[in-house]
């Protein structure tokens, strides 16, 4: 999952910007994008546009071809912006404000997420017609992020939903689930399908076929914390053994957000402050838990990237060091006890890998320390 990774790091250390900044790799992107693409006959990928909104990679993703998971009216104005094209957008998250449902039907988006007989009451009233696809609740554990205490119909409901749907006259598109965010089990996607066939038999039987399965978002990163993430080719071979089973075979169509951005992207800051507290080396850099990567937050997932000198000098001494960002806060720690250079010092840079995915779109100003610039190349 992690293609070319020495390359961008190569790529990054002959640029220089002003730090804090990301550095966007499209060779990467592009690698990710086709990859996923190609996953399955006639599959097609909606990136979640929550993972990284920059317009520099929506842009290039946009012209590889990719399909777009909206969360909001305003990521679908982003999207509109930059010349994307309304057939290639989905809403998918199945709660959405009434007037961001009315802004998108008049945008010509079509196909929205539910999972509520009252959300699909709200899409009947202000989007008649249109593709409804109805989100289930999975078994989402071992995930790093789980949705499923918020998003999804239990799964004994999603039969009665899709029939409401029709009689609402709502156009009945597919099912969707989301096994959760950094997912680290395998299986957890074709569990899903599994524990999914016996509704879309019995759909099937009542003459309701499904056009599209989502099988959403969730595909691992290898993080410095996660190295034993499941690979691509296992998840996706269990998905197929599960898919065989089915009488018939919707179209399948996924969502992922970090599986496609986050290796495509680092992260370059520097040391601002060497201190020694408690007899422990602190590294403080311009960038942080608010500004830069907020995953790292320890209500959030507590994410741990693996980290670079920018100037590598090989051999010679390491040290442990804490690593902080430069807000006033105390939270604002990023790692504990990482391994670097024992030279590291004030003004030396330090690179962030696979910093693509839920970095850029959380951003915070707080303490003023703006958003990090966002370089392609
Ligand atoms: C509806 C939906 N689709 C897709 C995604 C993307 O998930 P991931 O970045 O884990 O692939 C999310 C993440 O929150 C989501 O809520």
Request: aromatic share 10%; proline share 6%.
């Amino acid at each position: 999952m992690i293609p070319n990774h020495e390359k961008i790091l190569d790529s990054v250390r002959l640029v220089d910007y002003p730090t804090p900044f990301f550095y966007t790799s499209r060779s990467v992107l592009k690698h990710n994008y086709n990859t996923f693409a190609h996953l399955f006959d006639g599959s097609e990928v909606y990136y979640a546009v929550k993972a990284n909104s920059d317009p520099l990679i929506l842009g290039y993703l946009a012209q590889l071809g990719s399909g777009f998971e909206a969360a909001s009216s305003y990521e679908i104005d982003l999207l509109l912006k930059l010349g994307i094209n309304p057939a290639k957008i989905i809403y998918g998250t199945s709660v959405k404000p009434p007037q961001h449902i009315k802004h998108a039907v008049a945008n010509g988006i079509e196909r929205f997420a539910a999972d509520s007989q009252e959300e699909l009451d709200k899409i009947a009233q202000h989007a008649p017609g249109a593709k409804v696809f109805i989100r289930t609740i999975v078994d989402d554990t071992g995930s790093v992020f789980t949705f499923s205490e918020r998003f999804g119909a239990p799964i004994e409901t999603v039969k009665g939903l899709i029939l409401w749907a029709k009689h609402l006259e709502l156009k009945t598109y597919g099912i969707s689930f989301h096994v959760g965010s950094q997912a680290t089990n395998e299986n957890r996607w074709s569990n899903a399908i599994t524990m999914l066939r016996p509704i879309i038999e019995d759909l099937a039987r009542d003459g309701i076929s499904l056009e599209v399965l989502d099988i959403g978002g969730g595909f691992p990163v290898a993080y410095y914390n996660h190295q034993n993430v499941p690979h691509l080719p296992e998840i996706v071979s269990h998905v197929r053994n599960s898919l065989h089973m089915l009488s018939y075979m919707p179209k399948i169509i996924m969502e992922p957000g970090r599986g496609i951005v986050a290796s495509s992207t680092v992260l370059v800051t520097s040391v601002i402050s060497r201190t020694v507290r408690a007899g422990k080396v602190w590294l403080v850099l311009d960038a942080g838990i608010y500004n830069a990567l907020y995953e790292a937050m320890i209500h959030q997932g507590l994410t741990q990237y693996n980290v670079h000198p920018f100037n590598e000098q090989p051999g010679g001494e390491t040290m442990h060091a804490t690593l902080a960002g430069p807000t006033g806060d105390s939270l604002d720690i990023i790692a504990r006890e990482v391994e670097l250079p024992a030279y590291i010092d004030v003004g030396d840079k330090l690179i962030f890998e696979n910093a693509g995915a839920y970095t850029v779109t959380m951003s915070s100003p707080f303490n003023g320390f703006p958003k990090p610039e966002l370089y392609i190349s």
